[in-house]
């Protein structure tokens, strides 16, 4: 998985934790589009190609499960993690409810998160590829 570049969408309002977050996935082959706010996530995921979001659960305006579930419902197949100082066991399920892939506190250890990252990859490319043959099958189908 080294080889490839993964399009990672990072949502938070601390701005020195975004640039630093920024910075860490950048020099690691990941392409980074970073955002302060929930609202700006949303119109991020319609103009970049996003492969996983990173979002933070407490920020002003659009709060992190709000913005998890619009970018679910903004472009199918992506996956969610939300990375949050302020998460609790209530949270952590309604975050899971929603369709997060994961919930991780802060501060959380680097490896940690690049596994998680590659982890959601890999699922975000399994659901597109159950998203095509859904549509494959319903071309087929209607042509039957």
Do not use: W
């Not at 920024?22 to 609202?39: D, I, M, Y």
């Not at 970018?71 to 369709?99: F, N, P, Y």
């Amino acid at each position: 998985m080294d080889n490839i570049s993964i399009n990672v969408l990072v949502v938070d309002d601390e701005e020195e934790f975004l640039a630093s977050i920024t910075k860490s996935l950048s020099v690691r082959n990941f392409k980074v589009v970073a955002v302060n706010r929930g609202e700006k996530a949303i119109e991020a995921v319609r103009e970049h190609a996003v492969d996983v979001a990173l979002v933070d659960l407490k920020m002003p305006g659009i709060n992190g499960d709000e913005t998890l579930a619009a970018l679910k419902k903004e472009q199918e197949g992506l996956e969610v993690i939300i990375l949050t100082g302020h998460g609790t066991i209530d949270s952590a399920v309604e975050c899971t409810r929603i369709g997060a892939f994961a919930f991780l506190q802060k501060p959380c250890e680097l490896n940690e998160l690049l596994d998680t990252l590659h982890r959601a990859y890999e699922k975000k490319q399994k659901n597109v590829e159950e998203i095509n043959e859904r549509r494959i099958k319903g071309i087929l189908k209607s042509k039957a």
